[in-house]
């Protein structure tokens, strides 16, 4: 019992990293119908900004409050070149999504390598609180505490998320586009400010899986974004492209999925499932959960 | 007739290389004859050829798929384990190897195609990545995990083993790269090339002509999945090996790469994409690791050291300002021409006027 306690609320821990990266993913597809290659990229630089402006706040001694100001760099720096991306890279390619999706794949190669250069290809080590490392008894299962962390940071974007999409101006713009993007555009609104918009909100979110993936392998190595990204694909093909909630469903089951496979039939078994898993899904369901036609 | 003459001199020039006992400077790290030049040509036409193959699928057929790096790993891995774990001899383990790349690609393919657009992506790329973890899961230690499977070199016939014998491993590369560059070239005068295009064009088209389109894009993906494990078993011989490089998705995303930079749905750009990347991929290495490189200051050092993100950041100015990649240059650069000599012809009148 106390394994199956451990196992799920870390397949839920896994889940809502999958959840972050797929829910930038999936609101981009969604709305300009790009396939973003590059969101490994930004949860990538996310974790690395925040890794190293905690080795350079020295002048802070709490680490608890060093590693909160990291990730808030992070986060911001994950959103800002997310948004940059859109309007540098992305914007010109208007509506010529082979193209974009081209671009995006030669900025995530470029990206990873020029990390590469910097900081060198091991991983670097997190400088965590002490209290994430320990762990909380719960039905008689020992979890560590950064699990909290991961699950309660993805139930508040999700919630965060649902609330700008459904009662603020923007949110209706977007919805409304991810509909039908040419009715908004001949209703006389700019959708493509809703575009960089977006961009930023799924940096935002990566750049937020990028450190609590750092927390959860408590370090962080310029391979993790293409590895996770993976995952986040099945986990947004799964859902059905466009839809959060679809996401979120898919993202729990794909890492309750994975944990359980892994230990109660054999290790990497859950990778493979999870593979299966999409291939049934889209064949038998081509619009995924949320059932909307992925074409 | 002189694109024709062109690329009989190309291959004529590339067949006589472990001939060739000069260098040319910095292109290549010693005279071209030397073992070391002779493997990183070899895997460059071996790359060549297997760009090509992607192009059938994704420039031809309009076919995005994430899983071609599966059939050319099937080849590296299935030939060398059959070798090495099952010891079987040389040639039953291609003539296996060779049937598997035909029937897997069918198999899969006619699940895949029965979605389109990016659902088909998503699941060959979920095939391969299948493939990926079965290779890292190292089942019954035939494939070696992380560490890769060196080749069985008793049963793999002696002349291609051994530095010394590096100039006939040269052999097989061309040998592989020119009939895969015929098979799409004799294709595109075959009835089912032409529907081929037709699909990527607009495939709701070919429905109303009252053409069913699966059973040629399932023709397409088998005829270049078969290919590609062909590729796969020349690598595993050039290299001595298979290392589970070849099974990752970044491994197909670098076959998008080249065959974009060279020209996607045209022949010889696909060919020289792979050649070229494959090339630089591995020389701008050794260049960036040169002393030049190492007295510049750390914002220009750091980028030139690292090879992909040149070829990231080439790959996306191609996609920018280059659409079409290099064998779109030269088309433009003719049709330029033309363009020229006729605006001078109509402008030869009025000068006359004047």
Known sequence: ?295 | MARLAVAAGVVLALAFMPEYRFGLGKVFDGSLDSPGVLQLLAICLVFAGLALTYDLLFGFTGLLSFGHALYFAVGVYVCDIAITRWHWSFWTAVAFTAAVGLVLPVVLGSVSLRVGGIAFAMVTLAFAQAGAILVQKNPRRWTGGEEGLGYDFERVPQTFVGIPNTKHLYWPPPGYARPVGVVPCAATRWSPAAVWQAIRENERCVEVLGLLPFPYKLLAFALGSFLATLGGIVYMLCVGGASPDVTTASFTLALLVMVVIGGTGTLWGPLLGGALYTYLDRRLGDVGGSHAIHQLPGVLRVPLSQPLFLLGVLFILIVFFLPGGIAGLATRGRAGGRALRRLEAALRPARGGA
Do not use: K
């Open chain 1, 1 to 295: 019992m106390s394994t199956f306690v451990l196992l799920t609320i870390t397949g839920l821990g896994l889940g809502a990293m999958y959840f972050l990266i797929a829910s930038g993913l999936s609101l981009i597809y969604g709305l300009m119908g790009v396939l973003n290659f590059a969101h490994g990229a930004f949860l990538t630089v996310g974790a690395y900004i925040a890794w190293f402006a905690d080795s350079h706040f020295t002048a802070i001694h709490s680490v608890t409050l060093r590693f909160v100001l990291a990730a808030l760099c992070g986060l911001a720096a994950g959103a800002v070149f997310a948004a940059l991306v859109e309007l540098v890279l992305i914007r010109p390619l208007y509506l010529r999504h082979i193209e974009q999706v081209l671009v995006t794949v030669g900025l995530s190669l470029a990206t990873v390598a020029l990390i590469q250069g910097i900081w060198g290809n091991d991983s670097r080590l997190y400088a965590l609180p002490n209290w994430t490392s320990q762990t909380t008894h719960v039905l008689g299962a020992s979890i560590p505490n950064d699990r909290w962390i991961e699950i309660a940071a993805a139930v508040l974007l999700l919630a965060g998320l649902l609330a700008f999409l459904r009662y603020t101006r923007y949110g209706l713009i977007i919805r409304a586009g991810v509909e039908n993007r040419a009715m908004v555009t001949a209703l006389g609104i700019d959708v493509r400010r809703a575009f960089t918009l977006v961009f930023a909100i799924g940096g935002f979110a990566a750049a937020l899986a990028g450190v609590l993936s750092g927390v959860y392998f408590s370090s962080v190595d310029p391979g993790r974004g293409t590895s996770l990204l993976i995952f986040a694909f099945i986990v947004v093909v799964i859902g059905g492209l466009g839809s959060i909630v679809g996401s979120a469903a898919a993202a729990v089951i794909v890492g309750l999925l994975q944990q359980y496979a892994n230990y109660y039939a054999s290790s990497g078994l859950g990778d493979l499932s999870v593979v299966l898993l999409l291939a049934i899904v889209l064949l038998i369901r081509p619009g995924g959960l949320s059932g909307r036609a992925a074409t």
